[in-house]
Nanobody, 123 residues
Framework: VQLVESGGGSVQAGGSLRLSCHISELRDNHNCVAWFRQVSGKEREGVAVIYRAGGNTVYAPSVKGRFTISQDNARNTLYLQMDNLKPEDSGMYYC??????????????????WGQGTQVTVS
């Protein structure tokens, strides 16, 4: 399975970006799909997760009210709309699928399938 992120870039504080993640093949253990981010030297942080079947969502407190995770099941694509961006939102953003534990989870070690990441820089 391949996960390919896109949509990163550089933006000023207060601006918006929309990230996309195309998943080549959805599998039985892809019942939750999630976004993570990582800054060099720090652990990967869970940002948002969505149940594929029901569409329920969970967000990290730091992004709740500013970020929106959504999906297009017909296109096997996951999205992350990021509004009112702050410099502390900068980092490499990854999508993840293939959870080994229970949904929802924002723990990186519970996911098997990862994309290569897309860089977000907020100045």
């Amino acid at each position: 399975v391949q996960l390919v992120e896109s949509g990163g870039g550089s933006v000023q504080a207060g601006g918006s970006l929309r990230l996309s993640c195309h998943i080549s093949e959805l599998r039985d253990n892809h019942n939750c799909v999630a976004w993570f981010r990582q800054v060099s030297g720090k652990e990967r942080e869970g940002v948002a997760v969505i149940y594929r079947a029901g569409g329920n969502t969970v967000y990290a407190p730091s992004v709740k009210g500013r970020f929106t995770i959504s999906q297009d099941n017909a296109r096997n694509t996951l999205y992350l709309q990021m509004d009112n961006l702050k410099p502390e939102d900068s980092g490499m953003y990854y999508c993840a699928a293939g959870i080994r534990g229970n949904c929802p989870s924002l723990l990186s070690y519970e996911y098997d399938d990862w994309g290569q990441g897309t860089q977000v820089t907020v100045s």
